[in-house]
């Protein structure tokens, strides 16, 4: 039983992670009352487990190369090593310092923050550390975990990105399971920190969601770096022998290294607090939403991780946001789950938005065009390869953009707007990009597809 008496707000917000957060900020700007709860710390897997610390990795990984590589540019530099504690100090730092400015932003907001281990009681009631909340909404944003593998049971040398983020030393050899996002950007700073790297990817490629192209040239740097991919094998059983790990995969092939990452997806948090006992219809431990973030049960929303899609930081808050703006009667526009960028900063980095080549063509007739960075100046001075893809409907507009090579993540702003705004090649053509920049390479790729290529050939 609760001890003392409900508290009643506009909006209750189950989880304070980039979903959560998002929307108990903009409704406490629409001017509604907000309590937000969180069991742990507020920013949730972005800022504590996930997108920050990760490409904090990432960037101490290109310095590293950057050093190595430094005679290229005929600059002399001498590389030591790899200072994992020091890393940490930076990449903590980063965390704590975006942390600390997020609790000012809530309070300052007046968004009240509960902290305990919240648990619908039913549609509009969550209990928290002994207090029971009522709101007139309740947003589900409970997030999601790593998820691991019977055959590999996490411990000790057999980790997820969880234990990975801390290490203590750099292992001089590590095997990564699952190709995807988290795998390839692992594998990358992995390597770029002195580590024998093996990929170990059931599908046939590497980053098997993203245009084919894209795995290919993704699969070709990643040899040239030193990386081992093995695709389309699936692992039998892994084990922790004290001294290493030992990976056994299906047809017999035994691997050995320092430490097993088992980055094979990651599965909603929605156990245990009382969702279906409320009325919230779930899938495969999915909340089921609809395109306006409803559950089955009235007044009851749910954003981010938990709802089948994206698993995207960028995602939960534009859901969050749209909650509160649906909540506030704003009558806010549906997202459009492919209109959303996707980045993945391993080296090279990865940019799409939109369809891929083989999903356009299952509705019809494409034209593509492929920009080699070859012909892109500012690519050529950091010395990176990779290209520009397009994908167009036939006379139609742009439907798909994918980018691949150094830097290029920084690319997905002008391809997000292009994609969104249903541009034609012909509108982007005409636009004029500077001279030399990397973004010149998405100018480029629309005038060779607008029929008018200047640095690519017809
Ligand atoms: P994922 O779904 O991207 O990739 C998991 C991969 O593991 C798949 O390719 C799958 O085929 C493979 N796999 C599954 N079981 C396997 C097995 N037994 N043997 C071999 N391969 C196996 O999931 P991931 O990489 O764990 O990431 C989780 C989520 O986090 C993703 O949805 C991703 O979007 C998000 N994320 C996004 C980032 C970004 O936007 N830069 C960074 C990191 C994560």
Request: with cysteine.
């Amino acid at each position: 039983m609760a001890d003392t008496e409900a508290a009643s707000v506009d909006v209750v917000v189950l989880g304070g992670g980039s979903g959560g957060y998002a929307c108990a900020l903009r409704a406490a700007e629409l001017g509604k009352s907000v309590v937000l709860i969180e069991k742990d710390l507020l920013g949730g897997t972005c800022l504590h487990r996930g997108c920050i610390p990760t490409k904090a990795l990432l960037h101490a990984a290109e310095v590293a190369d950057t050093i190595r590589e430094a005679g290229r540019f005929g600059v002399r530099a001498a590389y030591e090593s790899i200072d994992l504690p020091g890393v940490h100090t930076y990449k903590d730092g980063v965390v704590a310092r975006l942390h600390k400015g997020l609790q000012g932003l809530v309070s300052s907001r007046g968004v009240r923050l509960v902290e305990g281990e919240g648990r619908l009681v039913d549609a509009h009631t969550v209990e928290v550390a002994g207090e029971r909340i009522t709101g007139a909404h309740v947003v589900l944003a409970t997030g999601s975990r790593a998820l691991s593998l019977p055959s590999a049971p996490i411990g000790g040398r057999i980790m997820t990105s969880d234990q990975a983020l801390g290490l203590a030393e750099v292992p001089a050899r590590a095997i990564v399971l699952g190709g995807g996002v988290i795998g390839v950007e692992f594998a990358s700073a992995l390597r770029s920190f002195g580590a024998e790297v093996t990929v170990l990817e059931a599908l046939p490629r590497l980053v098997a969601a993203e245009d084919e192209a894209v795995s290919k040239q993704l699969e070709r740097a990643f040899r040239k770096r030193g990386i081992v991919a093995k695709t389309g094998v699936r692992m039998e059983s892994a084990a922790d022998t004290g001294s290493g790990v030992s990976v056994t995969l299906e047809g017999g092939e035994t691997l050995e290294a320092d430490l097993l990452l088992v980055a094979v997806g990651r599965g909603p948090v929605t156990e245990g607090m009382g969702f279906e006992e409320a009325g919230v219809t779930l899938d495969r431990g999915f909340v089921v939403a609809d395109e306006r973030c409803r559950t089955s049960a009235e007044g009851v929303y749910a954003v981010g991780d938990i709802v089948r899609g994206l698993q995207l930081a960028h995602r939960g808050f534009a859901q969050g946001i749209f909650v509160a703006e649906e909540i506030a009667g704003l009558d806010p526009r549906p997202i459009d789950e492919s209109g959303i960028p996707r980045v993945t900063y391993c080296d090279p980095e990865i940019a799409s938005v939109g369809l891929t080549e083989a999903q356009a063509r299952e509705d019809g007739e494409v034209e593509t065009v492929e920009y080699n960075l070859g012909g892109n100046g500012k690519s050529q001075i950091l010395g990176t390869t990779g290209f520009v893809k397009l994908v167009r409907r036939k006379d139609g507009p742009i439907v798909g953009i994918h980018m691949v090579g150094a830097r290029m993540g920084e690319q997905i702003g002008e391809a997000q707007l292009i994609y969104n705004w249903e541009a034609f090649p012909e509108d982007v053509a005409d636009l004029v990009h500077a001279h030399p920049t990397q973004n010149e390479a998405l100018g480029e790729a629309h005038l060779a597809l607008a029929g008018k290529p200047l640095h690519a050939h017809n």
